[in-house]
């Protein structure tokens, strides 16, 4: 699977295999982050799988990921919620079109994305992969803001900046 780079100002410029984007000098490329509500106003989050080769083991949002060239962004959160979560979801809406973040893990690997924030709905059971995700809990969103004030050091990077965006997580 071939992930999108991107220039300076956002404009695809070409493709690279996803084993390969991930580095010391990662380029700016193309990604998503989504996080998933249900009925009950709760937010999933996840704890990523400790076989990530970024931040594993790590609480985050519900799920992340990249589309392929050519793949409309909406197909891709619903793939990657069937690969990830083993989940449907509905009613997808952007939450932080514009987030673009960098950071770096302790291994040295750097993330480097225009990464714009969804919502969107559970549609039915999940059933989460267990090499992407090796936890995952319902919470209130206001709980989620206090714990990712209280410690931030205990989640994903781009989870801590995004709800600092985001009005669900205050």
């Given at each position: 699977?071939?992930?999108?780079?991107?220039?300076?100002?956002?404009?695809?410029?070409?493709?690279?295999?996803?084993?390969?984007?991930?580095?010391?000098d990662t380029a700016l490329h193309q990604a998503f982050s989504c996080h998933v509500f249900n009925d009950q106003g709760q937010v999933l989050v996840t704890r990523r799988a400790l076989g990530k080769r970024t931040w594993p083991g790590v609480w985050t949002n519900?799920?992340?990921?990249?589309?392929?060239?050519?793949?409309?962004?909406?197909?891709?959160?619903i793939r990657?919620?069937?690969?990830?979560?083993?989940?449907?979801?509905?009613?997808?809406?952007?939450?932080v079109p514009t987030f673009r973040y960098r950071a770096v893990d302790a291994s040295g690997i750097v993330e480097n994305?225009?990464?714009?924030?969804?919502?969107?709905?559970?549609?039915?059971?999940?059933?989460?992969?267990?090499?992407?995700?090796?936890?995952?809990?319902?919470?209130?969103?206001?709980?989620?803001?206090d714990a990712l004030s209280a410690t931030p050091w205990a989640f994903s990077p781009w989870l801590v900046e995004q709800s600092a965006q985001m009005e669900l997580y205050r």
């Open positions: 699977m071939d992930v999108i780079l991107l220039s300076e100002s956002g404009e695809p410029i070409g493709t690279c295999p996803k084993e390969l984007v991930h580095t010391e519900s799920f992340c990921g990249h589309p392929q060239p050519g793949e409309r962004m909406e197909s891709a959160i990657h919620a069937r690969h990830e979560l083993g989940m449907a979801i509905e009613m997808i809406e952007p939450l994305e225009i990464c714009p924030v969804y919502s969107a709905r559970i549609h039915g059971e999940l059933a989460a992969n267990p090499e992407e995700v090796m936890d995952y809990q319902w919470v209130d969103p206001a709980r989620l803001g």
